[in-house]
T-cell receptor, first 114, second 113 residues
Framework: QQQVKQSPQSLIVQKGGISIINCAYE??????FPWYQQFPGKGPALLIA?????SEKKEGRFTISFNKSAKQFSLHIMDSQPGDSATYFC?????????????FGKGTKLSVIP | NAGVTQTPKFQVLKTGQSMTLQCAQD?????MYWYRQDPGMGLRLIYY???????DKGEVPNGYNVSRLNKREFSLRLESAAPSQTSVYFC????????????FGEGSWLTVV
């Protein structure tokens, strides 16, 4: 079964628009909800993350919204720029035996057109 | 600060050959990981090491072995490469004391023909 479902698979947004990517999960043990950003030819890098004790976190143009009861969290990119064009992964995780386990979604390829 | 360094960057193998992907981190992190990334599949965990001296299987360990040589280094070995192992491999490390951020290397592109 698929523990993490990310949508949409791809997204095209005009410059200045709002990009919204969603992530649904099944494991109620998850207690850490990050989004990773990956540019072509590079490794993923942490973009923003949230803990379940808050419903929203904002860092610049990037906002995570978290809905614990629905087991969903989303990434909002305001005033989207061509430089935001990348693949985004949600990767909820929990404190496993001595190591933090992340379960990655399949990714959303965002293209921001001028 | 180099972060997580992987070698080689690119490699072509013939079916049945063996090879080792090397990974080193200079951030004094306890946990290290090996992931593979395939189109439309996201990142899947192959093996991880919570601390020096320990290793555990992830989601897709078959066909791979790992060695946590010391705190800095975590290698991934393909004993008998198969075309299904054609993928991009990422090494990563994590310091749980810094908010659980996982830092990735730049990837190793492996093709098995």
């Amino acid at each position: 079964q698929q523990q993490v479902k990310q949508s949409p698979q791809s997204l095209i947004v005009q410059k200045g628009g709002i990009s919204i990517i969603n992530c649904a999960y099944e494991n109620t043990a998850f207690d850490y909800f990050p989004w990773y950003q990956q540019f072509p030819g590079k490794g993923p890098a942490l973009l923003i993350a949230i803990r379940p004790d808050v419903s929203e976190k904002k860092e610049g143009r990037f906002t995570i919204s978290f809905n614990k009861s629905a087991k969903q969290f989303s990434l909002h990119i305001m005033d989207s720029q061509p430089g935001d064009s990348a693949t985004y992964f949600c990767a909820p995780g929990y404190s496993g035996a001595g190591s933090y386990q992340l379960t990655f979604g399949k990714g959303t390829k965002l293209s921001v057109i001028p | 600060n180099a972060g997580v360094t992987q070698t080689p960057k690119f490699q072509v193998l013939k079916t049945g050959q063996s090879m080792t992907l090397q990974c080193a981190q200079d951030m004094n992190h306890n946990s290290m990981y090996w992931y593979r990334q395939d189109p439309g599949m996201g990142l899947r965990l192959i093996y991880y090491s919570a601390s020096e001296g320990t290793t555990d299987k992830g989601e897709v360990p078959n066909g791979y072995n790992v060695s946590r040589l010391n705190k800095r280094e975590f290698s991934l070995r393909l004993e008998s490469a198969a075309p299904s192992q054609t993928s991009v491999y990422f090494c990563a490390s994590q310091d749980r004391g810094s908010g659980n951020t996982i830092y990735f290397g730049e990837g190793s592109w492996l093709t098995v023909v």
